[in-house]
C-alpha cells in the first residue's frame, strides 16, 4: 500500500453545490499566477482542476443538514482551497475540517 499526502479539507457553506462549482471554476481558473489551474472533468456535484505540473485539485458539494458540505483535496495546492474556502459565505456553525493521510 501506498500512503497518500493527499489532504481533504471540509467547510459548509450557504450556496448551493451548483453556486460553489461556479465559484470554484471561477477562482481557480481566474488566478493569473503560479496556482492557475484548467477544469479537467467535471459532473452534477464536482469539478477537477489540472495546475502546474498537472496537479490535480478536486472540489466537492453536496447538500447536507441544511447547508452546502464542500469538499477540496490535493497534494499541493491545500492553501489554495483553504483560500477558495474563504470567498464562500459561511454556513453555521462555521468549521474547516482538515484530514491529511490516508491510503491510497
Not at 499566477?33 to 466537492?60: H, L, M, W
Not at 452546502?68 to 474547516?96: H, I, K, N, W
Amino acid at each position: 500500500m501506498i500512503k497518500s499526502r493527499r489532504t481533504l479539507q471540509e467547510y459548509r457553506t450557504t450556496l448551493s453545490p451548483a453556486e460553489v462549482l461556479t465559484a470554484a471554476k471561477r477562482f481557480f481558473m481566474q488566478q493569473l499566477n503560479i496556482y492557475s489551474a484548467y477544469i479537467d472533468k467535471e459532473g452534477p456535484n464536482y469539478c477537477t482542476f489540472r495546475g502546474q505540473g498537472t496537479e490535480e485539485i478536486v472540489i466537492a458539494a453536496t447538500e447536507k443538514d441544511g447547508a452546502t458540505l464542500v469538499s477540496g483535496s490535493t497534494y499541493l495546492y491545500d492553501m489554495q482551497v483553504a483560500r477558495f474556502f474563504t470567498t464562500l459565505p459561511a454556513a453555521e456553525p462555521a468549521t474547516v475540517s482538515t484530514v491529511t493521510g490516508g491510503e491510497a
